[in-house]
């Protein structure tokens, strides 16, 4: 059977189990399943499930009656339920604007309002609705015919030990149920979300797939995909664990062997939720356990890199990954006949996240914005999967994987990656003294990939990742919007655009031009939380004097306006001095300690 076949009959079977939450019935069933292909492989071990302790939300019914009708939906995970009796009203503005919610009747109100076309952004507007006083809130979606599920919360932030409990009822409702409950605004409705949430078992399933049968290895290569999938889930992600078991299949069909490597194939639960403890940051629970059971174990230390799939059925292929990777990808891809975008920093909503961010490297293919539309809907269906990209993806992985496993450490790329930081720091302005840093640390690793120190240029280049790369959010989470998806090498470096983005402010001042001053100044990150840690990386222009800036510039009151410009610019020389002294701190703890390792070495 052609493998484009296989991956499709793959995704049907699983798909007709039904909607898959972490710790239910039917993900034991969907876990079984992906269990007995796993063990079908010719070169697989006998797959094993691995327990995780999840929280299981489960939605029984959702509906709301007014004027003698019933309108039937669903409701939104990480609510607890409930029954509220209130008057409707509809908000006639964007659910993203503060202003909008500030407004006597939304109070005690069971509030109606359309879904913004970016369905991350339900979570912001839902906690504008708790905020002001909302009973309940009924979602309708942007587009036609379809219903959703999107995870909101109690907090703003991001914490990942903070319970997060979403207070108030949420249901969702399709546009057309949506546009004709909103017209009985002002009228009593009775909204029912009877929902329960209990402990459970979540299940990952795994194989380890070597030709030589062997029980361990000097090294592994990990790839994964996440099984859990709220309402059809073709796409998010059961597109993901079919190619996985593709994948299975091209390396096990092949004669060449992995060499003294191992390769993981793991299907992932509660990625889309299952926290025990609600917390903020929802997502990829189960590869976060899985993760934290390989490092008590010392099996992480073995870990070459982390390959993942999530929502790669659709649209262009996209693959976000760390530096030293980039090299082995493209050649992959070549190898495979297929045109990828190549984003560096990895994706920090998916599984592959639970991996970079303890320093290790991967190469994650997922494209939500593609897909956008179809995003945890009841339409994210088979039918609208591409089957050949599939199994061009399953090609190019396996070609990855084999590379990685059977030569290890040695096929990362330590110099292109260092060499990539150094034009990344020249491309934005860094300053000299971070320059210097990281062209010291080039020649150093250079020395050490020729004296074969790999596991020494392991040991610091996952200290180096772990602090170079980290997601970062541009503004305050209550009035920004957008998302803070990749990992950025050097976000404390934004400031370095900002500082130019202040010098083109004051050029429009100088110039009269307010309007422009003003766009400029709005686009700049008054403040830069990193999302998880909920750290704060420093500001050239703190939210109290944004905000009186905006108004001076609004009212193009320009002299005041321009002292303001003026004191951040001449306070920015010492904010960026202390951030480059920051990253080169960093840089050259890693420098460091390979000259003591080689020099030790020599001796």
């Given at each position: 059977?052609?493998?484009?076949?296989?991956?499709?009959?793959?995704?049907?079977?699983?798909?007709?189990?039904?909607?898959?939450?972490?710790?239910?019935?039917?993900?034991?069933?969907?876990?079984?399943?992906?269990?007995?292909?796993?063990?079908?492989?010719?070169?697989?071990?006998?797959?094993?499930?691995?327990?995780?302790?999840?929280?299981?939300?489960?939605?029984?019914?959702?509906?709301?009656?007014?004027?003698?009708?019933?309108?039937?939906?669903?409701?939104?995970?990480?609510?607890?339920?409930?029954?509220?009796?209130?008057?409707?009203?509809?908000?006639?503005?964007?659910?993203?604007?503060?202003?909008?919610?500030?407004?006597?009747?939304?109070?005690?109100?069971?509030?109606?309002?359309?879904?913004?076309?970016?369905?991350?952004?339900?979570?912001?507007?839902?906690?504008?609705?708790?905020?002001?006083?909302?009973?309940?809130?009924?979602?309708?979606?942007?587009?036609?015919?379809?219903?959703?599920?999107?995870?909101?919360?109690?907090?703003?932030?991001f914490c990942t030990r903070c319970s997060a409990p979403a207070p108030i009822p949420a249901i969702y409702l399709s546009r057309e149920d949506g546009l004709r409950?909103?017209?009985?605004?002002?009228?009593?409705?009775?909204?029912?979300?009877?929902?329960?949430?209990?402990?459970?078992?979540?299940?990952?399933?795994?194989?380890?797939?070597?030709?030589?049968?062997?029980?361990?290895?000097?090294?592994?290569?990990?790839?994964?995909?996440?099984?859990?999938?709220?309402?059809?889930?073709?796409?998010?992600?059961?597109?993901?664990?079919?190619?996985?078991?593709?994948?299975?299949?091209?390396?096990?069909?092949?004669?060449?062997?992995?060499?003294?490597?191992?390769?993981?194939?793991?299907?992932f639960t509660a990625e889309e939720f299952g926290s025990p403890h609600l917390a903020a940051w929802y997502w990829a629970y189960g590869s976060t356990y899985y993760?934290?059971?390989?490092?008590?174990?010392?099996?992480?230390?073995?870990?070459?890199?982390?390959?993942?799939?999530?929502?790669?059925?659709?649209?262009?292929?996209?693959?976000?990954?760390?530096?030293?990777?980039?090299?082995?990808?493209?050649?992959?891809?070549?190898?495979?006949?297929?045109?990828?975008?190549?984003?560096?920093?990895?994706?920090?909503?998916?599984?592959?996240?639970?991996?970079?961010?303890?320093?290790?490297?991967?190469?994650?293919?997922?494209?939500?914005?593609?897909?956008?539309?179809?995003?945890?809907?009841?339409?994210?269906?088979?039918?609208?999967?591409?089957?050949?990209?599939?199994?061009?993806?399953?090609?190019?992985?396996?070609?990855?994987?084999?590379?990685?496993?059977?030569?290890?450490?040695?096929?990362?790329?330590?110099?292109?990656?260092?060499?990539?930081?150094?034009?990344?720091?020249?491309?934005?302005?860094?300053?000299?003294?971070?320059?210097?840093?990281?062209?010291?640390?080039?020649?150093?690793?250079?020395?050490?990939?020729?004296?074969?120190?790999?596991?020494?240029?392991?040991?610091?280049?996952?200290?180096?990742?772990?602090?170079?790369?980290?997601?970062?959010?541009?503004?305050?989470?209550?009035?920004?919007?957008?998302?803070?998806?990749?990992?950025?090498?050097?976000?404390?470096?934004?400031?370095?655009?900002?500082?130019?983005?202040?010098?083109k402010a004051v050029k429009a001042l100088e110039e009269g031009d307010c309007k422009e001053a003003l766009k400029i100044v709005e686009d700049i990150g008054w403040?830069?939380?990193?999302?998880?840690?909920?750290?704060?990386?420093?500001?050239?222009?703190?939210?109290?004097?944004?905000?009186?800036?905006?108004?001076?510039?609004?009212?193009?009151?320009?002299?005041?306006?321009?002292?303001?410009?003026?004191?951040?610019?001449?306070?920015?020389?010492?904010?960026?001095?202390?951030?480059?002294?920051?990253?080169?701190?960093?840089?050259?703890?890693?420098?460091?300690?390979?000259?003591?390792?080689?020099?030790?070495?020599?001796?």
């Open positions: 059977m052609q493998l484009h076949m296989t991956i499709e009959n793959i995704v049907r079977h699983l798909h007709s189990l039904g909607e898959t939450v972490a710790g239910t019935d039917t993900e034991r069933k969907v876990a079984e399943t992906i269990k007995a292909y796993f063990d079908s492989l010719k070169c697989g071990s006998s797959a094993r499930y691995i327990r995780v302790p999840v929280a299981v939300w489960i939605d029984h019914e959702a509906y709301i009656e007014v004027g003698g009708e019933v309108f039937h939906g669903l409701s939104l995970p990480q609510t607890l339920g409930g029954e509220v009796e209130a008057r409707l009203y509809t908000l006639g503005c964007d659910p993203l604007e503060a202003w909008c919610w500030n407004n006597e009747r939304v109070k005690g109100s069971i509030v109606v309002v359309e879904a913004p076309k970016d369905v991350s952004e339900i979570a912001t507007a839902y906690l504008f609705a708790v905020e002001a006083g909302a009973e309940a809130i009924v979602f309708y979606d942007p587009w036609p015919n379809r219903l959703r599920r999107i995870v909101v919360t109690g907090r703003w932030d409950l909103a017209k009985f605004a002002g009228v009593k409705a009775r909204l029912v979300s009877r929902v329960s949430l209990k402990d459970g078992i979540g299940y990952i399933v795994e194989t380890l797939l070597s030709p030589k049968k062997v029980s361990g290895g000097e090294w592994e290569v990990i790839i994964s995909a996440h099984h859990d999938h709220w309402l059809d889930g073709a796409n998010d992600n059961l597109a993901g664990v079919a190619t996985l078991v593709a994948i299975g299949e091209l390396l096990c069909r092949s004669e060449e062997d992995f060499g003294p490597g191992i390769i993981r194939l793991v299907s993760v934290s059971e390989l490092e008590n174990s010392g099996l992480l230390d073995k870990v070459v890199a982390n390959l993942n799939l999530d929502v790669i059925g659709y649209g262009k292929p996209r693959v976000h990954l760390t530096l030293e990777l980039e090299k082995l990808v493209k050649w992959a891809a070549s190898r495979a006949n297929l045109n990828i975008e190549v984003v560096v920093g990895d994706n920090v909503y998916t599984d592959s996240y639970s991996f970079s961010s303890r320093g290790i490297p991967v190469a994650s293919m997922i494209n939500l914005e593609d897909y956008m539309e179809y995003y945890h809907t009841n339409l994210d269906t088979p039918d609208r999967l591409d089957y050949h990209l599939l199994s061009k993806i399953a090609e190019m992985v396996s070609e990855a994987a084999r590379k990685l496993a059977s030569r290890g450490f040695e096929v990362l790329d330590f110099v292109g990656a260092v060499y990539k930081m150094y034009d990344y720091a020249d491309s934005i302005g860094a300053p000299l003294p971070l320059k210097r840093s990281l062209y010291r640390l080039l020649r150093e690793v250079a020395k050490a990939v020729d004296a074969k120190l790999y596991p020494h240029l392991v040991k610091t280049f996952r200290k180096l990742n772990s602090l170079v790369y980290a997601p970062c959010f541009d503004g305050d989470y209550r009035f920004a919007t957008g998302s803070f998806e990749v990992s950025k090498l050097f976000p404390w470096l934004a400031i370095l655009e900002d500082k130019k983005k202040l010098q403040s830069r939380p990193l999302p998880g840690k909920e750290e704060l990386l420093a500001s050239l222009l703190p939210s109290a004097a944004g905000v009186r800036l905006v108004e001076l510039l609004k009212a193009c009151r320009i002299e005041e306006a321009m002292k303001i410009l003026r004191v951040a610019l001449e306070r920015a020389k010492h904010v960026i001095r202390l951030a480059t002294i920051e990253a080169s701190k960093i840089i050259d703890s890693v420098y460091y300690e390979l000259i003591a390792v080689r020099v030790g070495k020599q001796s």
